[in-house]
Nanobody, 124 residues
C-alpha cells in the first residue's frame, strides 16, 4: 500500500508557471512508476521511473511541462510553464509497478494507487 498526496494547484493567468507536488508514503516499493494524469484523459501527462529517472512527457505539453523527483523526500514534481486555458482541469498523481528497466506505462488503467487530485485553473 502506498499513499499519495498532491499539492500546489490553484489559479494562474495564461503564460504563467505552476508546480505540483506528489508526496508518497507507505510501501514506496510499489511506486517505482509515478505519473500525472488529467481528468478524462487516458494517457499520462508525464511519468517518471523513480529509481533511475527515465521519464516521458506527452506531446500535448512537451516543451512546457517537466517531471522530476526528489528521492530523499519521496516526492515527484510536475512543473508547468507557459500555461494555457486548455491546461485547466483536475490533475491526479498515480503510482504503479514496472518490471521493465527505466520504463513506465502511460495508460491510466495500469495504475492502482491514486491521490485525491488538485485543481489547476488557467485564466485568459
Amino acid at each position: 500500500q502506498v499513499e499519495l498526496v498532491e499539492s500546489g494547484g490553484g489559479s494562474v493567468q495564461a503564460g504563467g508557471f505552476q508546480r505540483l507536488s506528489c508526496a508518497a508514503s507507505g510501501d514506496t516499493d510499489s511506486a517505482r512508476c509515478m505519473a500525472w494524469f488529467r481528468q478524462s484523459e487516458r494517457e499520462a501527462v508525464a511519468w517518471i521511473y523513480t529509481p533511475y529517472g527515465g521519464s516521458f512527457i506527452a506531446d500535448s505539453v512537451k516543451g512546457r511541462f517537466t517531471i522530476s523527483r526528489d528521492s530523499g523526500k519521496n516526492t515527484v514534481y510536475l512543473e508547468m510553464s507557459s500555461l494555457k486555458p486548455e491546461d485547466t482541469g483536475m490533475y491526479y498523481c498515480a503510482a504503479a509497478s514496472s518490471y521493465v528497466y527505466n520504463w513506465c506505462p502511460a495508460d491510466k488503467d495500469q495504475y492502482k494507487s491514486w491521490g485525491q487530485g488538485t485543481q489547476v485553473t488557467v485564466s485568459s
